[in-house]
């Protein structure tokens, strides 16, 4: 779980708004064409890492201060319980597969050799009575045996017969798998099961987080052996893409400022300056004086902008740090 937020100084901010503007007012006696320097600081916008499910942290694998790339394991909290549950479904789908396999076979090859015995069996009793049915009527006509005699074998001839037809649908039976209906619900407890499964990997890969992207770790929250409710946040980390420097432009000079212009930004103890660029201008004033605009009062507008810088340039600058940020004529 990722939140990102960003560093607000509610007092560092209105003194250097109040800085630009006395920045401006003090420079009246420069040209058009002079760049303009204003007061700024640096602000990041940190991700914090938590884990969506409560636990013990196990294992912190990074410290404070530290660079870190993309997919670098970042802490770890206790998984026993994930565990066990993860393997408990994997026993339980593996029982499911099992059964709907056994579902779509037929009968063992020792029970249909049994099936097939008897009704072999059946049908040579089927041909003996057919025989004795024939001769005993043969000695009818000869008025030799009684009529019953013959109704008796005829019956028994019958009995042999329905004995035939049933060992060969039951043999047939045997060498098919269960009722469609029935292997369709084995299926979908299969299918169950391995929805469950998935569920119970992605929580226990949730026990263990990895950095979503490359930065600095800048500060870790919690110490080993801590519990850590759901949701809250374990470490911080500060890619170099949200570093950026927040200043606040006077009215008279906003206007020539455009998001992409080139910016150049000098911090205290920097040789040479570090470029940048305008990502955002903020369309609304910062301060709006209660009274109607004259040139003096428009003086006291300020409008925030944001400079963005390359990762490389980024890691040079510290949230919170004043810099001079120069803007430039050209873009």
Not at 105 to 126: F, M, P
Not at 152 to 167: A, G, H
Not at 288 to 305: D, F, G
Request: with cysteine.
């Amino acid at each position: 779980m990722i939140r990102t937020t960003d560093i607000r100084h509610p007092m560092f901010t209105f003194s250097i708004a109040v800085g630009a503007l006395f920045c401006v007012l003090a420079g009246c006696s420069r040209t058009p064409e002079q760049p303009a320097t204003i007061q700024g600081y640096v602000e990041g916008e940190f991700v914090y890492i938590a884990a969506p499910l409560a636990g013990r942290l196990e294992t912190l694998f990074v410290q404070r201060g530290a660079q870190v790339k993309a997919g670098d394991p970042l802490f770890e909290l206790e998984n026993t319980r994930e565990k066990a549950a993860r393997d408990e479904t994997r026993l339980h789908l593996t029982q499911t597969r099992a059964q709907v396999a056994d579902a779509r076979k037929g009968k063992r090859v020792t029970e249909i050799e049994a099936s097939t015995a008897l009704l072999n069996q059946a049908r040579a009793a089927l041909q003996y009575s057919e025989k004795e049915l024939q001769r005993q009527e043969r000695l009818l006509t000869a008025n030799v045996v009684p009529l019953q005699q013959v109704d008796r074998l005829r019956s028994v001839r019958d009995q042999d017969r329905q004995r035939v037809v049933q060992l060969e649908a039951e043999l047939g039976t045997a060498r098919l798998g269960s009722r469609s209906d029935q292997i369709a619900a084995v299926e979908a407890n299969a299918r169950s099961l391995e929805a469950v499964l998935t569920r119970s990997e992605w929580d226990l890969a949730q026990k263990r987080q990895s950095a979503p992207q490359a930065g600095q770790i800048f500060d870790t929250l919690y110490r080993r052996g801590e519990w850590i409710a759901a949701g809250r946040p374990a470490v911080v980390l500060l890619p170099p893409q949200n570093i950026k420097v927040r200043t606040f432009v006077p009215e008279p000079l906003v206007s020539a400022i455009r998001q992409g212009n080139r910016v150049q930004v000098t911090v205290d103890g920097g040789r040479t300056p570090l470029s940048g660029s305008v990502t955002f201008v903020s369309p609304q004033a910062e301060y709006t004086p209660p009274v109607i605009y004259s040139r003096e009062n428009r003086q006291k507008l300020v409008y925030m902008v944001e400079i963005g810088f390359d990762p490389a340039t980024a890691v040079q600058l510290h949230p919170g740090q004043p810099v001079d940020v120069r803007f430039g004529s050209g873009s």
